[in-house]
């Protein structure tokens, strides 16, 4: 007998002259609580069939917190959390107070699909209100890409013109790309313990999250580059000023090749390509880090801090290329041909 970490082989047979028919081992089946009679699913994935059972109805997992037990910040943190594990309710009882209250607003104002469904003296219940079909992940990644790009470009911006009233703006508005961070992040939670609802290309649920992992680091770091911009005591000179756009422009134009590529075709001499011309780039990054090193100029140091937010960029890129190599190559029927060159 096989372990149990080992896979069954059946063969297929032919029942009736009009059914095939696969047969499970008792034993297997015991354990997992089935009998005769009992519906399962087979879901294609890929060249393989995944076998599960159907989901319920009103199945709804609900996570319950203590307001007694937790202080508003460590509530507000896990009403996130419970989102970001899958949670389709979560339930605030132990008669929250205004404190208590308003941290929970406050998670949920930060997530997407989810709203307070009910409130009492007793209690506060958030439900979420996703319909996944109508959020395909490649449409949530796009405006992950779109905005983070958005304010990457307006904080270089803003810091080349030490314009620190345009980075007080510019900072916190990474929250957009934060929300749709916990979106795929909660999907790929899901992923874990059930089936999709849906396919989406070659990505995997993995795959969409480690995606937007890279986004939203690229965001965190716009928003570095926003505070820049409050300390810069004057604009750089025009040379500097023109190299670091220029390093930024061609470092926001690497994540886009790179995540269009991952989201589209695909394609690993393409994405290859992106990741060797990014390691260029790289290059000319830290020749201008010592060229301001040399300089010794007044802001040299913050204007560091921006071009490393820049070179931070160009990683997460290729960080994105990666991912969509990782899936090329797991999804070629013939991988000995799939490989860049």
């Known amino acids: 007998m096989t372990d149990r970490t080992d896979p069954y082989e059946r063969k297929v047979q032919l029942t009736g002259g009009t059914t095939y028919t696969v047969s499970l081992p008792k034993g297997w089946a015991n354990d997992r609580s089935l009998d005769t009679g009992d519906t399962l699913h087979l879901h294609p994935r890929g060249g393989r069939l995944l076998l599960a059972p159907p989901e319920t109805e009103g199945g709804d997992r609900t996570v319950s917190l203590s307001a007694a037990r937790h202080d508003p910040t460590g509530i507000g943190r896990l009403v996130a959390a419970a989102y970001v594990a899958g949670a389709d309710v979560v339930r605030v009882d132990g008669s929250p107070d205004r404190a208590d209250r308003a ?66 703006k510019i900072r916190g508005q990474d929250d957009d790309v934060d929300r749709l961070f916990g979106l795929l992040s909660r999907e790929f939670q899901r992923s874990l313990v059930e089936v999709p609802a849906h396919g989406d290309g070659g990505l995997t649920p993995f795959d969409h ?89 007044a802001d040299g140091y913050v204007l560091a801090t921006v071009l490393d937010s820049i070179t931070r960029t160009v990683e997460y890129g290729i960080n994105v290329a990666e991912v969509g190599l990782r899936a090329a190559l797991r999804n070629a029927p013939d991988r000995s041909t799939a490989e860049p060159t």
């Open 103 to 168: 941290a929970v607003r406050d998670a949920v104002g930060g997530l997407v699909g989810i709203e307070i469904a009910e409130e009492t003296a007793e209690t506060m219940v958030a439900r979420t209100m996703l319909d996944v079909a109508d959020l395909p992940p490649t449409r949530t990644l796009e405006r992950m890409a779109d905005r983070t790009l958005s304010l990457h470009a307006e904080a270089v911006a803003a810091a080349l013109a030490g314009d620190g009233e345009a980075g007080r």
């Open 209 to 297: 999250y480690a995606i937007a992992r890279q986004l939203e680091r690229v965001a965190d770091h716009a928003e570095k580059i926003a505070e820049a911009a409050e300390a810069i005591a004057e604009p750089p000179s025009d040379p500097v000023a023109a190299d670091l756009d220029r390093l930024a422009t061609d470092a926001r134009a690497a994540v886009e090749r790179a995540f269009s590529e991952a989201i589209g075709e695909c394609d690993p001499r393409a994405l290859g390509a992106m990741v060797a011309d990014a390691e260029e780039l790289l290059e000319e990054t830290r020749r201008l880090d010592r060229e301001l090193y040399r300089r010794e100029l």
